[in-house]
């Protein structure tokens, strides 16, 4: 991956792809301090390539970064103007971004001071983060023998590097039982989120989520929410119980990676039909419509590339 052809944006310079490297003293390889988003740019008929929520990203990455208390060397509009940049210059129609924010090599140890915040931003062309078919079949996910982050032990609001191991525990433990995601719940034993997904479910045509305590605020959460509000579907943010989501009528995850996915299994139990909703399905033609300019509200969500 890190031999491709392309170029990738660092501290405020195209480099060619494969000469964007780190020293191995960086300081957040060995301790896990930084912030990142994922982005997505999709192909649009009348806009040409445009960016999603592109500002609601890049606003979120510097709250992360004030959370940890990382000195951000560049303003918001300056790394939005790299995320477009590293997406004309590959030359994609669409693409997957990754804008990071990590510690330098200028110290080492816990009490380092002296670090320099290094921001960098790449882009490529990924698809599909799960199997192509399961935005349509729904998947099958099992409830994690992980906890998800207490809100005084890991700061929930910040979306930072050192959090992904314990989505990865969980997403490799589901994988390693025949699943395809895992549900983590909070330390009380309610619903938090997906290893890298927000979670909803629909139960007589309510529409509910977890409350933003121990779940990233998901910005494509964010945008099912408004397409919800938009059809008149009531929605409620609550604590929820995994029994409760066993007897649902529709579950579904969302991620600017994974979009929207269905849920068609919980624990070994079919959700509903054990198909992708009615709910479900709508809100995902909606999303998918809104992402790729389909629909004439909300123009704010997508900036052109060019
Ligand atoms: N929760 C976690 C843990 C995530 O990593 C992500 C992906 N960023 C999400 C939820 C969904 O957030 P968003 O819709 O902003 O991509």
């Not at 060995?30 to 929520?53: D, M, N, P, S």
């Not at 103007?81 to 997957?96: I, S, T």
Request: glycine fraction near 8%; include cysteine.
């Amino acid at each position: 991956f890190s031999e491709r052809e392309g170029v990738i944006w660092l501290d405020g310079e195209l480099r060619p792809w494969k000469d964007a490297k780190v020293h191995v003293l960086t300081h957040t390889l060995h301790y896990g301090l930084g912030v990142f988003e994922g982005v997505r740019a999709y192909h649009t008929q009348e806009r040409g390539t445009c960016i999603f929520k592109l500002k609601e990203h890049t606003k979120r990455l510097f709250n992360s970064a004030k959370i940890l208390m990382m000195d951000m060397p560049f303003d918001q509009d300056a790394i939005n103007e790299a995320q477009r940049l590293v997406v004309r210059e590959n030359g994609l129609p669409e693409a997957y971004l990754r804008p990071m924010c990590f510690l330098g090599s200028e110290g080492m140890g816990l009490r380092a001071d002296k670090l320099a915040t290094h921001v960098m931003v790449a882009a490529w062309d990924w698809p599909s983060y799960m199997d192509p078919e399961a935005r349509n079949r729904g998947i099958k996910v099992r409830t994690s023998s992980y906890t998800r982050h207490h809100v005084n032990i890991a700061m929930c609001k910040a979306k930072a590097n050192g959090q992904y191991i314990n989505s990865m525990l969980a997403l490799r433990e589901a994988i390693e039982s025949g699943a395809e995601e895992a549900l983590l719940l909070d330390n009380e034993g309610y619903v938090a989120e997906g290893s890298g997904e927000n979670f909803f479910m629909v139960k007589n045509g309510v529409l509910y989520t977890p409350e933003l305590t121990s779940c990233l605020d998901g910005i494509t959460r964010a945008t099912v929410i408004e397409l919800a509000n938009e059809l008149g579907i009531t929605v409620r943010e609550k604590r929820i119980t995994r029994d409760e989501v066993y007897i649902c009528d529709e579950a579904f995850f969302t991620g600017t990676a994974a979009e929207v996915v269905p849920i068609r299994e919980l624990d070994g139990r079919a959700i509903g039909e054990g198909s992708r909703g009615p709910i479900t399905e709508q809100l995902q033609g909606m999303y998918f419509d809104s992402v790729r300019g389909k629909r004439s509200q909300n123009p704010q969500w997508l900036t052109e590339v060019v």
